[in-house]
């Protein structure tokens, strides 16, 4: 069992920056591979960024490239995602996700979940 808690959301402006954390709870954490998925008011939930077990490597949703940037810290059990020049459309909720077995990629293939943090970029 793997229990995720995200932190580090909030209010800030468009072109702004946040970085969000997910700590996690279980003690093989370098063997899951992690993501991060959003979801917006009325919308389906999308995956965002992941990052594979060793953290070597990365792979981001077109909308994001070159503003997220997705990290690791296996001694820390904790998953980051630094949100830079933020977008109103990046506003929703961000979550946490992790796989034993290849990156979160769907939300059907995902083993857990955090509950969220949410994220609100004003204009």
């Known amino acids: 069992q793997v229990q995720l808690v995200e932190s580090g959301g909030g209010l800030v402006q468009a072109g702004g920056s946040l970085r969000l954390s997910c700590a996690a709870s279980a003690r093989t954490f370098s063997n899951y591979n992690m993501a991060w998925f959003r979801q917006a008011p009325g919308k389906e939930r999308e995956f965002v960024a992941g990052?594979?077990?060793?953290?070597?490597?990365?792979s981001y949703t077109d909308s994001v490239k070159g503003r997220f940037t997705i990290s690791r810290d296996n001694a820390k059990n904790t998953v980051y995602l630094q949100m830079n020049s933020l977008k109103r459309e990046d506003t929703g909720v961000y979550y946490c996700?992790?796989?034993?077995?290849?990156?979160?990629?769907?939300?059907?293939?995902?083993?857990?979940w955090g509950q969220g943090t949410q994220v609100t970029v004003s204009s």
């Open positions: 996700a992790a796989r034993r077995w290849g990156v979160p990629s769907t939300t059907g293939n995902a083993d857990y």
């Open positions: 990052i594979v077990s060793s953290g070597r490597s990365t």
